[in-house]
């Protein structure tokens, strides 16, 4: 029997949960075996049909799924109208530089361009034999069920998803894959489904990133996202701060700079996605959710948001005392009450609720974490005092007591679950970058799997909406480059945190499943006895390309665990930066790595000792005779070469000390360096510049 | 006080929503690189951000200026465009008078019922002028190029004399004396200083970030930059260029902007956070006075002012003018029989100088600021203008 923290995400997918993909050895779904269920069997192989593909939605899953299905042999229609501006072919020259001219002319090669006028539809359909309509037309009801009228008349069986950005499923009629921008890339798709369908399920078997929400007027993405465009624009009307420079302080304190988004996004389009979303919220929900006169401006003119270049901005606009504390009211104050309103209604559950404003709508952390860190009390004082700012959102619909249980599991870990069968527990991250919020929540599942006398543990993505895991969040490190002393303290505990999975358990087991493991993820879980990755996982150190130094033990803990004849090659992996593919890397990073169902069953294996792999030792005296360079570096600008003197020091300092002394030494190094002006004129210093310092 | 009938019975100016850029001298800040009519736009919505007034108050927007900048053909619909909000508008121009003549279009606007808010946005940038190239049939090149600031104040196309010229004419017809005219000046900037000292300007005059291309601050335009404390005696050394003006007796060109609110009473009540305080623009009167005798026009203008209104100058509380000579304050105290000690005690154009659209607009702003911190009263506005020209305005604070 399992017993889990909260519910892993791809349960909502009909997909069991991660320990059972641990204890079966194998993926709940096969690719090829759905791509046979939705599409039918090779020899009578049926067609993925894209309607609106020419549009920026269409288009940009035209090649998405286009790509992702051609191995299968499923040929992708794309239908429009004769004469509409040509959508798809703006996306081939990405596609060409992303995967190559054959792959991306192989794909193409099996896209079918057709022409209908919207009341019949084409009669060289027929022989593709449409098993699959996705639709991206126009949001207008009536035309999107007329639209379906057409294909059911004529194809009874046929599947029908709409991408709709705000219609729900009942006044459809038909399923719900809403995806997120920008479409030829993004994987995540809001669902709404009565139950998750075979669909859903290949959508997750190809690697996409399929997330079930309830069926209401608009969707989670949709409300956070328009909702902290309508958030800004209110402010814009209350202060006159010009839209550009309300974007740049939306973006330092949540994340997303909307405005500059919907200039990128093609201002004409999204100016009236957003006002057609909000119209619809407006009149379920009320004023809360109306659309500003500025917005109505903007969706009939098709304006971009932004100045255009010849009228660059001159005067700038810097809060100023109180000004800031009622900026932040203005936009978290209704993002706050929309999200009680969302989570009344259950629209997703909370992991997932968060995620999608991360992965979807550029927040820096997701609303669910913000909320959890302003904690109930402040949240409704923000609220209430919102509707002293704008007293009209208080007769829309507001629950303070949505926000009563965030001492519940759910709220407090919507980054690391944790499972176990009485012998064996799962600890999953569902994040990409490695956070003080990841930090904390991996501390509690710790805690919660040994309370439950748990000493064998597993740690790995969550299979769902951490499809890799690409190494510490670097806004994490912000407050160090002013302040080293903050750096210090962050490199050490989350030091202590890693440790904790090398000390506190009979065994752990790190697993790498997908695409890459870098950095701060990859020090956290070379901190596990064993490392077993799939064979075509990239396996990284690239802090010095930042530049920074790593803070997790990167600069020792490798060493301290590998024989002197791969000193160099992990060497050459902090200084040079470049990733290491994991069958490559067994012996020295990796204790196994394999095609996915063997890595999975050899985890499984080795969690619970039936399978003996050698354990490699963390030596807990000094190392003596660790190179102090690496031959054939490539060159490098100031920075790195900064970086690369700093990491090498902190590679010697380190295995010179004890086990015990060289978290100290290592967490002084990393926390130091992040205050010089190598760092501040590097990745994490642009980066902070541009955010924070507005 | 006489009771007066106000010319624009349904219009008001809301107290506390106006503001104005500081003043500095031209080429001294980052003024001297932007597009002036851009600037104003932004920064106009953000003295009224400052002011907590949406600017989607604003229903018509007069603005002034007079030095040409890039786009000046769009006017209005362009400077508001910049600042946020596309409103109809017109531009107004006469030389210095600007700033008050473009209250008065706004009062008409109101008063006609063509809205019930107008914005008055009045600025220029003195530094490096503008050049205009005309076609001339009776130049040997038959083209002509003109700087647009210097070769204008160096002649005037109807008497053929310069401005400078027209302050020392005028001296000499008033038979001034070059020893009152420096005390006045150094009795101006003592003014300007004891103002400055207890705060008044920051009143009614906003910091400013200037942005460059990159969108980097490019500097902060905080102060009247080179204004700089003048002693007597320091004035009485300087070379006379003309009867009683030397360097110290006369303003300097600058660049800046001066915004404020027209509107009905009972926006007025809505906009202002002081909605029991009650401006009213009485009258304004302009005159044109003799060939190359400016510094006399404004003193001629009050004269009238005066006649029509049926008030005196012992009514006045605040008397403030646009001084580009101190002549002028000279002349207008002999004319007036009016002490000019109490004239000017916040500052004026011949200390902060002289961004020609906006200097009447400040002036004005600073008057009535200054007479809500007596209690209220009538405020006299007057100033030259370009072609021998006095405007006057008295305003009613109750």
């Not at chain 1, 899953?61 to 790509?67: D, E, P, S, Y």
Request: aromatic share 8%; net charge neutral; hydrophobic share 40%.
């Amino acid at each position: 029997m399992t017993d889990s923290m909260r519910p892993s995400t791809i349960e909502s997918l009909g997909l069991g949960t991660v320990l059972d993909i641990f204890k079966r050895g194998a993926m709940p779904a096969s690719a090829a075996e759905l791509v046979d269920r939705v599409f039918g069997p090779a020899n009578k192989r049926g067609a993925l049909v894209i309607t609106g593909a020419n549009g920026i939605v269409g288009a940009g899953k035209t090649m998405q799924l286009g790509r992702l299905l051609e191995p299968y042999g499923v040929p992708v229609v794309a239908l429009d109208f004769p004469g509409v501006p040509a959508g798809l072919v703006k996306q081939y020259p990405g596609l060409v530089r992303g995967l190559g001219k054959d792959r991306a002319a192989a794909i193409m090669a099996n896209v079918v361009q057709l022409s209908y006028d919207g009341a019949h539809l084409p009669r060289h359909l027929s022989p593709f034999n449409p098993r699959f309509v996705l639709e991206a037309i126009p949001e207008i009801l009536e035309i999107k069920r007329a639209h379906y009228q057409v294909f059911r008349a004529e194809y009874p069986e046929v599947e029908i998803r709409s991408v709709t950005s705000g219609f729900p499923s009942r006044e459809l009629g038909v399923g719900i894959a809403h995806p997120a921008f920008p479409h030829e890339i993004n994987k995540v798709w809001e669902i709404v489904e009565p139950k998750p369908s075979p669909i859903t399920a290949l959508y997750w078997s190809l690697g996409m990133i399929p997330v079930m929400v309830s069926d209401h007027w608009s969707f989670v993405l949709d409300v956070l996202f328009t909702g902290v465009t309508l958030a800004a624009l209110r402010y814009n009307a209350a202060s006159n701060m010009p839209y550009w420079k309300v974007d740049k302080y939306v973006r330092r304190l949540v994340g997303p700079n909307p405005l500059r988004a919907h200039d990128a996004i093609g201002a004409k389009g999204a100016n009236f996605l957003t006002w057609s979303c909000l119209e619809h919220l407006s009149k379920r929900y009320g004023p809360l959710f109306q659309p500003t006169a500025s917005l109505v401006e903007k969706k009939d003119s098709g304006q971009d948001w932004y100045p255009p270049n010849h009228f660059r901005p001159m005067v700038n606009w810097p809060l100023e005392g109180q000004e800031v504390d009622e900026f932040n009211t203005w936009i978290l104050g209704p993002l706050f009450q929309m999200t009680s309103l969302m989570l009344h209604e259950e629209r997703a559950p909370l992991p997932q609720m968060n995620a999608i404003g991360e992965l979807c709508a550029q927040f820096r952390d997701g609303i669910i974490t913000v909320i959890r860190r302003h904690g109930s009390d402040a949240v409704i004082r923000t609220v209430e005092a919102y509707h002293r700012l704008y007293p009209a959102a208080a007769k829309s619909p507001w629950y303070p007591e949505a926000f009563a249980k965030m001492d519940a599991p759910e709220w407090q870990q919507l980054y690391v679950n944790a499972e176990h069968d009485g012998t064996v527990g799962v600890i999953t991250i569902s994040r990409e970058s490695y956070s003080h919020d990841v930090d904390a929540e991996l501390n509690r599942a710790i805690d919660w799997l040994k309370a439950r006398k748990i000493d064998r543990v597993i740690v790995t993505g969550d299979f769902h909406l951490s499809s890799q895991l690409v190494g510490a969040d670097i806004t994490d490190f912000f407050p160090a480059i002013e302040d080293h002393a903050k750096g210090i303290e962050l490199s050490r505990n989350w030091s202590k945190t890693a440790r904790r999975l090398n000390d506190e358990f009979a065994v752990s087991v790190g697993f790498i499943n997908g695409k890459r493991c870098l950095g701060g993820m990859l020090e956290l879980m070379v901190h596990c006895h064993y490392v077993i990755a799939v064979e075509s996982a990239d396996l990284g150190m690239p802090e010095v390309t930042l530049p920074v130094v790593p803070g997790m033990e990167g600069c020792h803990w490798m060493f301290r665990k590998a024989t002197p004849e791969y000193w160099p090659r992990i060497l050459d992996l902090l200084l040079d930066g470049r990733p290491a593919k994991a069958k490559d890397a067994v012996g020295w990073i990796v204790d196994y790595a394999g095609p996915v169902a063997d890595a999975v069953q050899a985890c499984w294996g080795a969690a619970t000792g039936n399978t003996r792999l050698p354990k490699r030792a963390v030596a807990d005296k000094g190392l003596t005779g660790v190179p102090r360079d690496v031959p054939g570096l490539r060159p490098a600008d100031g920075g790195v070469e900064a970086g690369r003197k700093a990491i090498l020091d902190t590679i010697q300092k380190a295995c010179e000390a004890t086990l015990a002394e060289a978290i100290t030494i290592q967490a002084r190094h990393s926390g130091e360096f992040m205050a010089t002006p190598h760092c501040r004129n590097g990745v994490v210093g642009s980066a902070f510049a541009k955010t924070m310092a507005v | 006080m006489k009771a007066q009938e106000t010319v624009f019975p349904n219009v008001r100016i809301p107290y506390g929503t106006w503001g104005n850029s500081y003043f500095p001298a031209w080429q001294t800040s980052p003024l001297a690189e932007v597009n002036i009519g851009q600037f104003a736009g932004e920064a106009m919505g953000r003295i009224l951000g400052k002011r907590k007034v949406p600017r989607q108050q604003l229903e018509y927007l007069v603005v002034g200026s007079t030095v040409p900048y890039h786009w000046k053909f769009w006017t209005a619909p362009m400077v508001a465009y910049c600042m946020g909000r596309r409103l109809p508008g017109c531009h107004v121009e006469q030389a210095c008078a600007t700033g008050l003549q473009a209250i008065c279009v706004a009062a008409g606007q109101v008063q006609s019922g063509t809205c019930n808010v107008a914005g008055v946005l009045t600025y220029d940038r003195t530094s490096d002028s503008s050049v205009g190239i005309f076609p001339e049939r009776r130049a040997p090149q038959r083209t002509v190029a003109i700087g647009d600031v210097w070769d204008n104040f160096g002649f005037d196309p109807s008497t053929g004399g310069s401005m400078l010229a027209s302050a020392g004419l005028a001296s000499r017809k008033y038979k001034l004396d070059r020893k009152e005219v420096d005390e006045v000046t150094a009795y101006r900037y003592e003014q300007y200083y004891e103002a400055k000292k207890t705060g008044f300007l920051e009143r009614t005059a906003f910091p400013l970030e200037v942005l460059n291309m990159q969108g980097k601050p490019m500097g902060r335009i905080d102060d009247d930059l080179g204004v700089r404390r003048v002693s007597l005696d320091s004035l009485r050394a300087m070379r006379e260029l003309d009867t009683c003006v030397t360097g110290g007796t006369q303003t300097h060109p600058s660049d800046g902007l001066a915004t404020l609110l027209v509107s009905t009473p009972a926006k007025a009540k809505e906009l202002s956070p002081k909605p029991e305080i009650d401006i009213q623009l009485v009258a304004k009167v302009e005159i044109r006075t003799s060939p190359g005798l400016m510094p006399e026009a404004p003193a001629l203008a009050v004269q009238k002012l005066l006649e029509r209104t049926g008030l005196a100058m012992d009514d006045m509380k605040v008397v403030k003018n646009h001084n580009p000579f101190a002549a002028n304050d000279v002349i207008f105290s002999k004319v007036m029989g009016y002490d000019w000690h109490k004239m000017d005690r916040t500052g004026c154009s011949l200390v902060w100088g002289h961004p020609h659209a906006a200097t009447l607009a400040r002036t004005t702003i600073e008057g009535l600021e200054e007479a809500v911190s007596l209690g209220g009263g009538y405020v006299l506005i007057f100033g030259c203008a370009a072609g021998d020209v006095g405007i006057a305005a008295v305003f009613k604070v109750s």
